[in-house]
């Protein structure tokens, strides 16, 4: 809903629902290599997500040559999801899909639910100057329910500067159509999944009619600190004969601290991993995009060429803590240490 309070001061109200719900059965019959009894599960999962936002924005132009917009608004995230299963690994009955049909002591279980909140308020605001010089300022504080109390408000700001310069000096001939020069500094705040702060015990697969309560195999983290990632980057966009050439450049250094990760831990402390803040990892590089249109009429052939690299160290580490062990999703291990 948008609502044009007077011809400069306008405010949006809005909400979104993102839901799903999924059940899904398992057979397997008997003589099956892996289930010679057979097997049978069924699960459900369940997904909610609502945001609700409101927007309230004030433009003016002040003369001509200015003109400057701000707006501020909150918002309110609430996401729910639940889930569960029941599988038996072996049947009574051939053909007979039906959990009660599960041989005894043969039936796993899970069940979990979860809910998270993050609150919001940000706000925003624009200057513009002859429409070739642009100043944008943005502030945002989220607090979450996923961080501990006096972790859980974080606030994130962020500044860009751009200017186009062939308008500012008129130019108007020449190979040159188009220049622009871009400076941007920003930060990013972020939190982690529900559940992350205490050790509870949960129920698993029964010993045969006895009820088996398990420990967490990770160790939860009640100190955990909101993520905040801070990046600089400085670019131009240059064009050239029209815009049949050009080249966009950008060179970037990002650091991220606090990052929140699940690390290796020795068996002998009873987890097999744990829950940290992972200190400070730096980001920097270069981004080069290369266009180009060498044939234009009533055929186009446009090219484009990409070059990019990025270089990462590592800062710090979480106190206490020399080196970690992390394994990439392609199996490749790798050893992280402090420079």
Same mark, same amino acid.
């Given at each position: 809903?948008? +609502?044009?309070?007077?011809?400069?001061?306008?405010?949006?109200?809005?909400?979104?629902?993102?839901?799903?719900?999924?059940?899904?059965?398992?057979?397997? #019959?008997?003589?099956?290599?892996?289930?010679?009894? $057979? *097997?049978y599960g069924f699960e459900t999962?369940?997904?909610?997500?609502?945001?609700?936002?409101?927007?309230?924005?004030?433009?003016?132009?002040?003369?001509?040559?200015?003109f400057f917009s701000i707006s *501020? *608004?909150?918002?309110?995230?609430?996401?729910?999801?639940?889930?569960?299963?029941?599988?038996?690994?072996?049947?009574?009955?051939?053909?007979?899909?039906?959990?009660?049909?599960?041989?005894?002591?043969?039936?796993?279980?899970?069940?979990?639910?979860?809910?998270?909140?993050?609150?919001?308020?940000?706000?925003?605001?624009?200057?513009?100057?002859?429409?070739?010089?642009?100043?944008?300022?943005?502030? =945002?504080?989220?607090?979450?329910?996923?961080?501990?109390?006096?972790?859980?408000?974080?606030?994130? #700001?962020?500044?860009?500067?751009?200017?186009?310069?062939?308008?500012?000096?008129?130019?108007?001939?020449?190979?040159?159509?188009?220049?622009?020069?871009?400076?941007?500094?920003?930060?990013?705040? @972020?939190?982690?999944?529900?559940?992350?702060?205490?050790n509870t015990y949960r129920f698993?697969?029964?010993? @045969? /009619? /006895?009820?088996?309560?398990?420990?967490?195999?990770?160790?939860?983290?009640? %100190?955990?600190?909101?993520? +905040?990632?801070?990046?600089?980057?400085?670019?131009?966009?240059?064009?050239?004969?029209?815009?049949?050439? @050009?080249?966009?450049?950008?060179?970037?250094?990002?650091?991220?601290? %606090?990052?929140?990760?699940? +690390?290796?831990?020795?068996?002998?402390?009873?987890? $097999?991993?744990?829950?940290?803040?992972?200190?400070?990892?730096?980001?920097?590089?270069?981004?080069?995009?290369?266009?180009?249109?060498?044939?234009?009429?009533?055929?186009?052939?446009?090219?484009?060429? /990409?070059?990019? =690299?990025? =270089? %990462?160290?590592?800062?710090?580490?979480?106190?206490?803590?020399?080196?970690?062990?992390?394994?990439?999703?392609?199996?490749?291990?790798?050893?992280?240490?402090? *420079?």
């Amino acid at each position: 809903l948008n +609502i044009d309070i007077t011809e400069a001061l306008t405010l949006m109200l809005r909400t979104g629902l993102d839901h799903f719900s999924e059940q899904r059965e398992t057979k397997r #019959p008997f003589s099956l290599k892996s289930n010679p009894k $057979g *097997g049978y599960g069924f699960e459900t999962s369940f997904f909610n997500e609502m945001n609700s936002d409101f927007l309230l924005t004030y433009k003016k132009a002040v003369s001509e040559d200015w003109f400057f917009s701000i707006s *501020g *608004g909150a918002s309110r995230m609430d996401r729910k999801t639940s889930g569960n299963s029941n599988f038996a690994d072996a049947l009574v009955v051939s053909g007979l899909y039906n959990i009660s049909n599960a041989q005894a002591g043969t039936v796993r279980n899970y069940s979990g639910r979860s809910k998270k909140r993050i609150n919001s308020v940000y706000g925003m605001g624009q200057v513009s100057y002859k429409n070739y010089i642009y100043l944008d300022l943005t502030a =945002r504080n989220d607090w979450t329910s996923s961080l501990p109390t006096g972790n859980n408000s974080y606030f994130y #700001p962020s500044a860009s500067l751009s200017a186009v310069l062939t308008d500012m000096f008129h130019v108007t001939s020449g190979p040159l159509s188009f220049a622009k020069l871009r400076l941007n500094w920003a930060q990013v705040g @972020g939190d982690t999944d529900p559940y992350q702060l205490y050790n509870t015990y949960r129920f698993g697969q029964d010993w @045969g /009619v /006895v009820k088996k309560a398990e420990l967490d195999f990770t160790l939860k983290n009640n %100190n955990l600190k909101p993520e +905040i990632a801070t990046s600089s980057e400085i670019g131009a966009d240059l064009r050239f004969f029209s815009g049949r050439l @050009g080249i966009d450049a950008s060179y970037y250094i990002k650091n991220s601290r %606090n990052q929140i990760m699940r +690390i290796q831990t020795t068996m002998a402390s009873g987890y $097999g991993g744990r829950w940290i803040n992972a200190g400070e990892i730096e980001n920097k590089g270069w981004e080069v995009n290369l266009t180009g249109t060498p044939i234009k009429g009533a055929f186009n052939w446009d090219v484009s060429a /990409v070059f990019s =690299r990025n =270089r %990462n160290r590592v800062v710090k580490l979480t106190e206490g803590i020399s080196s970690l062990e992390m394994n990439s999703a392609e199996g490749v291990k790798y050893l992280i240490r402090e *420079g």
